[in-house]
């Protein structure tokens, strides 16, 4: 991430008001299903197509006087995902990192937060209705998290899509530190 510098909230919060701040959120759930009968998917993780083609987490520019960045989060998220979204809200123990990019001026925040399997697929069925769909958001994405036994099938190939941002990393990252990846392939 040429550009790009991490830091922490506190640094983050402290920067000139000539910086924007946007918030994305990475939404998973455990999920007990089978993909073929035989493929565990133990987690589903949600992302989104974005209007410019590339894949993102929901979320967006938020202004500080939404109160919290996670107000301004969960402002956008019901934008973006609808009436699904009103089931649960983003907090500051979901916050997972800052990146700062100088040109031009904008902080991203991420966070994760994980839901029931019930939530997340309410969010799935809901998101079509959103206010923000068809215009920012063209739809959800659940990320594959197992590989094939070819080796490129599954999260290699979904890894070579384009990605918005830092967003791709904080993917993997999240998905690392969260132990959310298989442990073998399928």
């Known amino acids: 991430m040429a550009g790009v510098r991490r830091l922490t909230l506190e640094e983050a919060l402290a920067l000139e008001p000539k910086w924007q701040h946007a918030c994305h959120a990475m939404l ?8 073929f009968h035989h493929i565990p998917m133990r987690y ?5 197509m974005r209007f410019d083609g590339r894949l ?28 699904g979204a009103k089931a649960f809200r983003i907090e500051r123990a979901d916050y997972r990192s800052s990146h700062a990019a100088t040109n031009p001026h904008v902080v991203a925040h ?4 994980r839901l029931t399997l019930e939530q997340l697929t309410a969010v799935e069925k809901g998101a079509p209705y959103a206010r923000d ?8 994405v659940r990320v594959p998290l ?4 070819d080796g490129v099938g599954g999260l290699p190939a979904f890894l070579e899509n384009t990605f918005i941002g830092a967003s791709r990393e904080q ?8 132990e959310l990846l298989e442990s073998s392939s399928a």
Do not use: C, W
Request: net charge negative.
């Open 28 to 35: 998973y759930a455990p999920d007990p299903g089978l993909l």
């Open 44 to 48: 589903a993780v949600l992302m989104q």
């Open 56 to 83: 993102g987490f929901p979320g967006g520019f938020v202004k500080l006087q939404d109160g919290t960045l996670e107000n301004g989060l969960n402002r956008e998220l019901s934008e973006e995902l609808g009436e």
């Open 110 to 113: 991420f966070y994760a937060k």
């Open 133 to 140: 769909h068809g215009l920012e958001v063209l739809g959800l």
């Open 146 to 149: 197992y590989t094939l036994r």
């Open 171 to 178: 993917l993997i990252e999240a998905l690392q530190d969260l």
